[in-house]
């Protein structure tokens, strides 16, 4: 009986330490998908250039030239997002989202988000919680604490996301999450 618990025991720990295994080497393969902005440092705060103009905010709302590497293979497409988790509307703020960037596409430039802006073909834009399309910048309450702004680029598995020309940041979302293999962030702050 003892040996047969001690057997038991092995096993359950040979099982433990493969998952194991297969969970560091998950986590390690996901962690080579890197985003990077020459203009927006991790944990800085947002220049004048990346603050909505409107709302009683004065900025020159210019969204951030971006790029990313270390896609896994199997990526069809990426989106890009970005969130205002401190935003007081018990929901967050969205202040930008971009789908269907060919997966041969590795950055956006400076100014990609505004109107007239240099998005890639095929590329879409859906509304923000701004009620538009297209990039709208940092704009916290006065006086508030400073709040996140979460950059991220998703690898998706779909060529194209499909949804109405009037869908919200949420349906997007949901679709980008669905169909996502892999994710990188950066986070700014601002305040005013």
């Known amino acids: 009986m003892a040996d047969t618990h001690s057997s038991v025991l092995s ?3 040979a099982v433990a330490a493969l998952a194991l295994s ?4 998950a986590v390690a393969a996901g962690g080579s998908f890197r985003l990077h902005s020459p203009s927006i440092a991790p ?3 947002l220049s004048n250039d990346q603050v909505y103009s409107g709302f009683g905010c004065s900025g ?3 969204s951030p030239a971006l790029s990313w ?3 896994p293979s199997g990526t069809r497409s990426f989106a890009i997002t970005v969130y205002d988790p401190d935003a007081p509307t018990g929901s967050g703020w969205w202040h930008w989202v971009v789908y269907n960037i060919p997966a041969d596409v590795t950055e956006l430039p400076a100014g990609a988000g505004n109107a ?3 998005l890639p073909t095929g ?3 859906g509304h923000t919680d701004f009620g538009t399309s297209g990039f709208g910048g940092a704009c916290p309450p006065a006086g508030d604490k400073p709040h996140r ?4 680029v998703y690898a998706l598995k779909m060529e194209k996301i499909s949804v109405p020309d009037e869908a919200s940041a949420a349906m997007v979302g949901f679709m980008i999450h669905s169909n996502a293999l892999a994710k990188a962030s950066l986070t700014a702050r601002y305040r005013r």
């Open 11 to 13: 096993l359950r720990h």
């Open 22 to 25: 297969f969970a560091v080497g």
């Open 43 to 45: 944990d800085s705060m």
């Open 60 to 62: 020159k709302n210019i």
């Open 69 to 71: 590497k270390g896609a």
């Open 116 to 118: 007239g802006g240099k």
């Open 123 to 125: 590329a879409a834009q």
């Open 149 to 152: 702004y979460i950059f991220t």
